[in-house]
């Protein structure tokens, strides 16, 4: 059964002053309870990110949320008619005596926002937004503290309304590469990095049934993973880096999210492959829609192709396709590794809110505020960064 609490903003109307649209909150305790309304909201008229996809946040919660003990709080605020407003994806868990609400997904999501109603979004003021963290405040289990990370500060050409509130940069950067319609290839990837990626792919296209391929039916989505789960753990060994794809519900997430279909050609994860006759050669996984596309996650081959950069290959041919669909961004994650900044010139403005509900959550707010602040010094620092790196693969041998 669906919890829903209703809370009625009696003073909401239209807008006169600075007074909220806000007629309603509802927030519901689980997932399926606001699925409907949720799917009605993936469409144009809404603002949000592939991470907030249904299809992704239920494999996610269903199979990696439960095992941290996460629980689902989905906001949905409405107008005066009943129309939603703004869905806020959000989980609460207890995090060192504090009630700690983040936005679902975790650390597979590199982005994170609401799906907003985009005329309520290029419009909505600090009296909308006050409205909706006090029901998610009066919500009977006592939450102290949002603490909203990876927050984009634009997303589809208007402003994220969260980032009126006041909020820091994030930890981490995001590389991001623009792309404008029409573009010549090489205004995508230089002339120069083009031709080195080429001169990699003849050694591979010698290769028996070699082929680029998007992968779209079940039965491939399947083959696939069974070789990045075979193969990642592998890769990341010879790296000194423990095996996050191990932990509980991941797998299981993964290979939920890649089958689950959006749309006629899409998957809530879609894949991306390099193979021959021989083996799958490389892959790569992210999410897109129709404008924006974000890699998660890749592997390529144990074997002697490995010397020819299937991975840099594959990524090559990945954003050529985009680029011929349209595409106007693309990045490879969270973080700054060097074949990230081969690609992705600019960065995507990220960043956190630590917003709090209690007295309690006042003081984690302070902490989780100065922490942040901490490591991202550290992640500006190449001499910090490279100490961190030498002490994770010390831990991990």
């Known amino acids: ?41 993936e469409t144009p008229d809404y603002l949000h990110t592939s991470f907030q996809r249904f299809d992704f946040l239920n494999a996610w919660q269903t ?22 407003l703004v869905l806020l994806p959000l989980g609460l868990a207890r995090e060192n005596g504090v009630r700690v609400g983040r936005f679902l997904g975790g650390k597979h999501s590199t982005f994170n926002m609401g799906l907003w109603r985009r ?7 600090k ?3 006050d409205t909706i963290f006090a029901a998610i405040a009066a919500h009977r289990d006592g939450i102290d503290l949002l603490a909203l990370a990876q927050q984009p500060e634009r997303w589809d050409g208007v402003v994220n309304p969260l980032a009126h509130l006041p909020h820091q940069p994030s930890a981490n950067a995001c590389p991001l590469l623009r792309m404008q319609p029409d573009a010549a290839p090489e ?15 003849k050694k591979l296209k010698a290769l028996p049934g070699y082929r680029f391929f998007p992968v779209s039916t079940d039965a491939d989505i399947t083959r696939i993973l069974d070789t990045f789960f075979a193969v990642k753990p592998l890769r990341m060994a010879v790296q000194n880096l423990p095996n996050v794809f191990a932990d509980a519900g991941i797998e299981a997430f993964i290979r939920t999210a890649c089958l689950s279909r959006i749309s006629e050609d899409g998957r809530a994860i879609d894949i991306h492959a390099l193979e021959c006759d021989d083996e799958i050669i490389a892959m790569f996984a992210g999410v ?12 390529y081959t144990m074997s002697e192709n490995a010397k020819y ?10 954003i050529d396709r985009y680029a011929g669909l349209g595409y106007r961004t693309f990045d490879l994650g969270i973080g700054s590794d060097e074949y990230k900044l081969q690609f992705c010139k ?11 509900l209690s007295a309690y959550g006042r003081l984690a707010a302070l902490g989780m505020s100065s922490l942040n602040h901490a490591k991202r010094m550290v992640k500006q620092n190449p001499t910090l960064v490279a100490m961190a790196h030498r002490l994770r693969a010390a831990l991990y041998r």
């Open 346 to 356: 600019d960065d995507e403005p990220i960043f956190d809110s630590f917003i709090p």
């Open 309 to 318: 950069s299937p991975g840099v290959v594959l990524l090559c041919n990945i």
């Open 288 to 299: 897109a829609d129709g404008k924006s596309a974000s890699m998660m996650f890749n592997t």
């Open 187 to 201: 205004d995508t990837i230089s002339s120069g990095f083009r031709r080195r990626i080429r001169a990699k792919e």
């Open 127 to 129: 009296a909308d937004i």
């Open 119 to 125: 005329d309520f979004a290029a419009s909505a003021g």
């Open 63 to 84: 199979h990696a949320g439960e095992h941290p003990n996460i629980k689902p709080l989905i906001a949905i605020a409405s107008d005066r008619e009943g129309r939603p």
């Open 1 to 41: 059964m669906a919890t829903v609490a209703r809370y009625e903003n009696r003073s909401a109307h239209a807008r006169i002053g600075a007074a909220s649209v806000v007629a309603s909150v509802a927030i519901y305790g689980n997932l399926a309870g606001a699925e409907t309304i949720w799917r009605g909201m």
